[in-house]
């Protein structure tokens, strides 16, 4: 969740701290769904358009797409409008090699 804040993907709304110096974050709802809304995760990606995670990570990898997380973890969040738009042309691209 730090991170996420810390690169502007997430508002926190209240944080407070807690017990042995551990913070606790609050989001407001519309928050939490512009995130849900504008992000993927590669299983969710992979969910949504049919492929598997991989073939999402190797984009990432082949600079197709851009990870949100880089540089931080190795966990990968894709944006979804980006992920979209390629699955868009990379389909279109294959109708026109078809005929």
């Known amino acids: 969740i730090k991170i996420l804040i810390k690169r502007g993907i997430l508002k926190c709304h209240i944080m407070k701290n807690g017990s ?5 974050y609050i989001f407001k709802m519309e928050e939490i769904k512009k995130f849900q809304e504008k992000y993927l995760t590669t299983d969710q990606a992979s969910l949504l358009y049919n492929r598997s995670p991989s073939y999402f990570r ?14 931080i973890c190795a966990k990968q969040l894709l944006i ?20």
Request: a positive charge; charged letters at 50%.
């Open 20 to 24: 042995f110096h551990n913070k606790k």
């Open 58 to 71: 190797n984009l990432v990898h082949r600079g197709k797409l851009t990870n949100r997380l880089k540089g």
């Open 80 to 99: 979804k409008e980006e992920v979209d738009s390629f699955i868009r042309h990379k389909k279109k691209n294959e109708e026109k090699r078809k005929l």
